[in-house]
Structure formats: structure tokens, C-alpha cells
């Protein structure tokens, strides 16, 4: 669910998106092939070292990060209205209009643990 909203992030705001993955390569490569997904995820390998200092508990786990490495928003799982709000601040931060990642009706639920 969250991965094409994550693209679609990366389509609307190109250069500050980037995707980390805790599988190897191959498999994140597998992934973006089978779902049409052009945004390249990097991949963590274990220990998973950026995934601790960040506290990341589940998988998916969407950061926005400032320019000063402050982090502005966190979204755990997917939740519409989590990544709506990153989209918005997004929009904000870049000038950008706000365009909605998700909107009821479009087949995914409004929250789905992660």
C-alpha cells in the first residue's frame, strides 16, 4: 500500500525522496519491478543501523526529515492521513500546491498496520 504512495511522493517531489529498505538489493529491485516503482530504494543491511537511530519499530515507516536533520513528521504503517499530512508539509516546505496522496476511494483503507 504504502510503496506506490511513496512513489508518487517521489514523482511529486523529485530529489528528496529516498526510499531505505531493510531486504538486499535484489529483492527491493524484485519489489520496484513488480509493482511499476522507478523511485531507487537504497538498502539497509543488518544491523540496520539508520533504521535504530531513528526508532524505526514497524515496517513501513515513512520520515520527514528537515534540511537540518530534524525530524518534522513520522508515519508508522500506513495511514492516509499520516501521509497526507507529509505531502502537505512537503508542499509547504517546497512551495508546491498540496495535492493529496490518497483520498477515500481509491481502494486503499484508511489505516492498515504495518
Known sequence: MAAPKIQALADRYPGVVVPLGQD???KLTAFADAYGLTQPALTEPPPYRASDAYGVRTVPTLFLVGEDGTV???VESWSRDGYNAVA???AELTG???EPVSEPGDGLPPFRPG
Open 24 to 26: 538486499p538489493a535484489e
Open 72 to 74: 518534522l513528521e513520522t
Open 88 to 90: 502537505h508539509r512537503l
Open 96 to 98: 508546491e500546491e498540496y
